[in-house]
C-alpha cells in the first residue's frame, strides 16, 4: 500500500518561472504591447480581407460569366443544368478550400507572432 501525499505549494527547489519580455509587454498594455498587438490583428485583417474578396470575387463572376455566355446556362449535364451543378456542387469544394487556407494561414501568422514575441 501507498503513502498519501499531500502537495501544499510549489517545489522548493527550482526557481520560479520568468515570464518572457515580449509577453509582459503584452500583459502590461505599454506602447510596444499595443504595437505588438496593432501587427498581430492588422495581419488578420489583411488576410480575412484577402480570403473574403477572393471567394466572394469568384462567386460573383458565376452570375456574370451565365448572363454573357447564355450557351452556357443551356449546357446539360447527364439531364442537370450547367448552372445548378455549378451552383450545387463545385461552389463547395470551393468554400471548403479557402475555409481551410484560411485556419492554416491564421495559424501560421499566430505562431510567427509567438515567435515575434519569444525573441524579444
Do not use: C, H, K, N
Not at 501544499?8 to 498594455?29: F, H, K, L, S, V
Not at 439531364?79 to 470551393?94: I, Q
Amino acid at each position: 500500500m501507498t503513502e498519501r501525499v499531500t502537495v501544499t505549494g510549489p517545489r522548493r527547489g527550482r526557481p520560479p518561472a520568468r515570464r518572457r519580455a515580449g509577453t509582459a509587454e503584452i500583459d502590461a498594455q505599454t506602447q510596444l504591447g499595443e504595437v505588438y498587438m496593432r501587427a498581430l490583428l492588422r495581419a488578420q485583417l489583411r488576410l480575412s480581407l484577402t480570403v473574403a474578396g477572393v471567394v466572394l470575387g469568384l462567386l460573383a463572376l458565376l452570375p456574370l460569366v451565365f448572363a454573357v455566355a447564355p450557351r452556357v446556362s443551356d449546357v446539360d449535364v447527364a439531364g442537370v443544368p450547367l448552372p445548378w451543378l455549378v451552383l450545387g456542387g463545385l461552389v463547395y469544394p470551393v468554400l471548403v478550400a479557402a475555409a481551410w487556407f484560411y485556419v492554416r494561414t491564421a495559424e501560421r501568422v499566430e505562431r510567427d507572432f509567438g515567435e515575434m514575441v519569444d525573441r524579444r
